[in-house]
T-cell receptor
Framework: GAVVSQHPSRVICKSGTSVKIECRSLDFQATTMFWYRQFPKKSLMLMATSNEGSKATYEQGVEKDKFLINHASLTLSTLTVTSAHPEDSSFYIC?????????FGPGTRLLVL | GESVGLHLPTLSVQEGDNSIINCAYS??????FIWYKQESGKGPQFIID?????DKRQGQRVTVLLNKTVKHLSLQIAATQPGDSAVYFCAENMGGGKLIFGQGTELSVKP
């Protein structure tokens, strides 16, 4: 149980375009989901907390107009990277909140050319 | 600010040996800790957790030790196997489901 999926697993886009990443909890309802960013050989950096039916809470230094989060249902949260630039290239990981721990998706590798 | 960090960025062990991965935390009020394993190109995978009212917890081939006096956490892997090669993160539950991750230790298992 507690499976989280992400789509797409990998995406390459041109600079200036927007990319949407989906995060789904497959066998449980996630009132809260989290979005992380991870650079090579680095730890996970929390970007934002996504709450179903309300606005996301962004961590300090994360531009909310740049990284749009929508959590329209208890099983789906989306992260849209708007006007992507090469520096947005990274590994994006979502998680669904369990009772105390988090269940992570497999990640989405974004490459902006 | 409060942080969770790891002592060693890399660890290399011989197959069959035991591995010990360490983590220091700074928030003395933290009461729940989790170890995750992350293989290359994948999301973190839950390994084992421990509450602050415990000193030790054992799983299958893994043991987590918690020393609240010195705010230290460790993960022991018995009879390390090539499949254990990954990056290991400790994480501290900050309340509201929010986790703070340590920097990670990359474990390499030599055949």
């Amino acid at each position: 149980g507690a499976v989280v999926s992400q789509h797409p697993s990998r995406v390459i886009c041109k600079s200036g375009t927007s990319v949407k990443i989906e995060c789904r909890s497959l066998d449980f309802q996630a009132t809260t989901m989290f979005w992380y960013r991870q650079f090579p050989k680095k730890s996970l950096m929390l970007m934002a907390t996504s709450n179903e039916g309300s606005k996301a809470t962004y961590e300090q230094g994360v531009e909310k107009d740049k990284f749009l989060i929508n959590h329209a249902s208890l099983t789906l949260s989306t992260l849209t990277v708007t006007s992507a630039h090469p520096e947005d290239s990274s590994f994006y990981i979502c998680s669904g909140a369990g009772e105390e721990t988090q269940y992570f998706g497999p990640g989405t590798r974004l490459l902006v050319l | 600010g409060e942080s969770v960090g790891l002592h060693l960025p890399t660890l290399s062990v011989q197959e069959g040996d035991n591995s010990i991965i360490n983590c220091a935390y700074s928030n003395s009020a933290s009461d729940y800790f989790i170890w995750y394993k992350q293989e290359s190109g994948k999301g973190p995978q839950f390994i084992i957790d421990i509450r602050s009212n415990m000193d030790k917890r054992q799983g299958q081939r893994v043991t987590v030790l918690l020393n609240k006096t010195v705010k230290h956490l460790s993960l022991q892997i018995a009879a390390t196997q090539p499949g254990d090669s990954a990056v290991y993160f400790c994480a501290e539950n900050m309340g509201g489901g929010k986790l703070i991750f340590g920097q990670g230790t990359e474990l390499s298992v030599k055949p």
